[in-house]
């Protein structure tokens, strides 16, 4: 999406009188252009490294594993809802993508790299996660992770003053503020 088209976005929705905040910022805002955005970064970047084996962790409804898939990478998405890995299932079937999906922690050591989009915000106890993503990882292995940790929401947890020394306790090296490589 150009600059241009995203400023038409803007341009388009509607301000709140009461808060002056933009009331379709969901619906409008964060699919048409934030994760538009996000998804071509990470596509960019995924062409520019070839893994071969990429988790998504937190996969959700799996919009993401199904895209990935369709770069020729195995992709294999994780989520602990059930419910959600069925649809993903469903939809992956429906529309012949490659992705598969699981409810089951995979063995990690398999990934190349591991994606966790809009989900380390939700656990409560990120440290143990990350070591645990350290202890299994192989060398080399990239982790891109992007969250929300700050915006008040009550049911995320607040770990942005946190997640680098961890990540580089658990054996990461931090590339930026997404992307880490286990060493």
């Known amino acids: 999406m150009s600059l241009k088209d995203e400023i038409e976005v803007y341009d388009k929705a509607k301000i709140s009188p009461e808060t002056g905040e933009i009331e379709v910022w969901d619906k409008v805002i964060f699919p048409n252009v934030i994760?538009?955005?996000e998804i071509k970064?990470?596509?960019d970047l995924v062409k520019e490294i070839k893994p071969e084996r990429i988790?998504?962790?937190g996969c959700g409804v799996g919009v993401s594993t199904c895209l990935?898939?369709?770069l020729g990478n195995e992709v294999i998405g994780y989520?602990?809802?059930k419910k959600a890995v069925d649809f993903a299932n469903f939809r992956a079937r429906k529309h012949n993508y490659k992705a598969q999906f699981t409810a089951e922690m995979p063995e990690l050591g398999q990934f190349d790299l591991v994606l966790a989009i809009d989900v380390l915000e939700h656990i409560e106890d990120l440290r143990s996660l990350i070591l645990k993503?350290?202890?299994s990882m192989k060398s080399g292995a990239r982790l891109y992770h992007y969250g929300t940790f700050e915006d008040g929401s009550p049911d995320h947890f607040n770990h942005s003053a946190n997640i680098n020394e961890w990540l580089e306790e658990a054996g990461f090296e931090i590339i930026d503020t997404l992307w880490a490589r286990r060493k």
Do not use: A, P, T
């Open 68 to 70: 990935l898939s369709e």
């Open 79 to 81: 989520d602990i809802n």
């Open 35 to 37: 994760r538009k955005r």
């Open 133 to 135: 993503l350290g202890k």
């Open 41 to 43: 970064l990470i596509f």
């Open 55 to 57: 988790l998504d962790f």
